[in-house]
T-cell receptor, first 112, second 112 residues
Framework: EAQVTQNPRYLITVTGKKLTVTCSQN?????MSWYRQDPGLGLRQIYY???????DKGDVPEGYKVSRKEKRNFPLILESPSPNQTSLYFC???????????FGPGTRLLVL | SQQGEEDPQALSIQEGENATMNCSYK?????LQWYRQNSGRGLVHLIL?????REKHSGRLRVTLDTSKKSSSLLITASRAADTASYFC????????????FGSGTQLTVLP
């Protein structure tokens, strides 16, 4: 089944404790992206990647890191999480020359 | 930055009625897309309309685009309880998934 998977789905952590949210897609998509969703603010793009080893900042990159060492994986790294990073995070993927994006199920993060 | 703004923010209708949601945006676009999000889940692509199109249909969905007014509408006909979800418009400035910007969404509730 074609899909985007994220792990974990739920995470509670404390300020300053490094964490990684994994994202994987099995559709051979070149494009991958991370968003955060907060009430009243819609989806805001954190980082995106057009291909392996190519990443770029979105609208709200501060406090986040990403890497794209393999085409199928695009992990999101929070080196020192803070409470304002409490949010619902979505990974998405798509073909480089197509506009549609395919979303993962989301990761709900709570930073205490 | 948020490009699309949906209106209304929330809409409640009876099963069988039609639901209309509107989206306004600020800059010229290549295409506009509508996505649906069930509570706490990932977004699912519904329909895409290009800047040179004025209307598009897909099943019970009808999308219109008025580039002169920088606005789009999504009509769901003969609504069902299963249509209860949040609906987001997303504007693409270019021809790839990279530059997709989402609005803050309309929460649709269809009462049985």
């Amino acid at each position: 089944e074609a899909q985007v998977t994220q792990n974990p789905r739920y995470l509670i952590t404390v300020t300053g404790k490094k964490l990684t949210v994994t994202c994987s897609q099995n559709m051979n998509h070149e494009y991958m992206s991370w968003y955060r969703q907060d009430p009243g603010l819609g989806l805001r793009q954190i980082y995106y990647s057009m291909n392996v080893e190519v990443t770029d900042k979105g609208d709200v990159p501060e406090g986040y890191k990403v890497s794209r060492k393999e085409k199928r994986n695009f992990p999101l790294i929070l080196e020192s999480p803070s409470p304002n990073q409490t949010s619902l995070y979505f990974c998405a993927s798509g073909r480089r020359n197509q506009e549609t994006q395919y979303f993962g199920p989301g990761t709900r993060l709570l930073v205490l | 930055s948020q490009q699309g703004e949906e209106d209304p923010q929330a809409l409640s209708i009876q099963e069988g009625e039609n639901a209309t949601m509107n989206c306004s945006y600020k800059t010229s676009i290549n295409n506009l897309q509508w996505y649906r999000q069930n509570s706490g889940r990932g977004l699912v692509h519904l329909i895409l309309i290009r800047s040179n199109e004025r209307e598009k249909h897909s099943g019970r969905l009808r999308v219109t685009l008025d580039t002169s007014k920088k606005s789009s509408s999504l009509l769901i006909t003969a609504s069902r309880a299963a249509d209860t979800a949040s609906y987001f418009c997303a504007t693409a400035l270019g021809g790839s998934a990279r530059q997709l910007t989402f609005g803050s969404g309309t929460q649709l509730t269809v009462l049985p």
